[in-house]
Structure formats: C-alpha cells, structure tokens
C-alpha cells in the first residue's frame, strides 16, 4: 500500500478526518467506518471501538478488530445482525443492561459490516 492522503474516523463525539502534519492528540473511536484516502481512492474498513493515536505523519489504532471492505464475509454479518436482534428481542433493558447493551453493540458492528461490505 502506499502512502495515505487522509483518514476518516468514527471518534465517540463525531467522525474526523486527519491529514499529513496533524498535531499530536488521542482519541477514543466507536464502532464505525474508517475511509483510507490514497491518491488511488478510497478503501473502508470496518471498526470496533478503540483508539486512534494521532502523531504528525503516523496514526496509529489500537482497536479490538478491523475488518477491510473485501474481507466482509456478508452472509455471516447479516447473520450476526439477526442473531443479535433476536438477542436483543429477548432481553428486558431494564434488569439487563449490561446483556442490552452487548446486543446493542452487537447490531451496530454488523450493521457497519454490512455498509462497508457495500463500498468494496
């Protein structure tokens, strides 16, 4: 791959993109779509929550997993997507929040999936 002309991140307050010399800061990510700006394109990538390291001519994720566009396996997202539906179906938010909240987590990574599988 060569050099990258920017990056689209999903940060916990908003998406953010980030240039060559961008002063130095740390930022935590969400679950989201990151576009790679090359001067050949963009190519996307599917996200956990993490953080982004932001350093002059570096950025660095420390994330749980990243998934590139053409890796998606699609049928085994909108399997994950329906699975976690019905886990979330079946869960009282209210006695559950901790299970609530993994499914809820659980959807939008497979709905992110499934939108970066179609920028391929």
Sequence with gaps: ???????????????????EKHERFL???KVGEV???TAEG???AAITTGFADVSGERVTLLLESWEIAADIDVAQAELDLERARQGLAAVDAEQE???YEHFEAAIALAETRLAVSRKR
């Excluded at 791959?1 to 240039?19: A, K, Q, T």
Aim: hydrophobic content about 30%; aromatic content about 6%; overall charge negative.
């Design 1 to 19: 791959r060569g050099p990258v002309d920017s990056v689209v991140l999903p940060g916990s307050e908003g998406d953010f993109g980030v240039l």
């Design 27 to 29: 930022s935590p990510l």
């Design 35 to 37: 576009e790679i700006k």
């Design 42 to 44: 963009s190519s996307w």
């Design 97 to 99: 929040r901790d299970r």
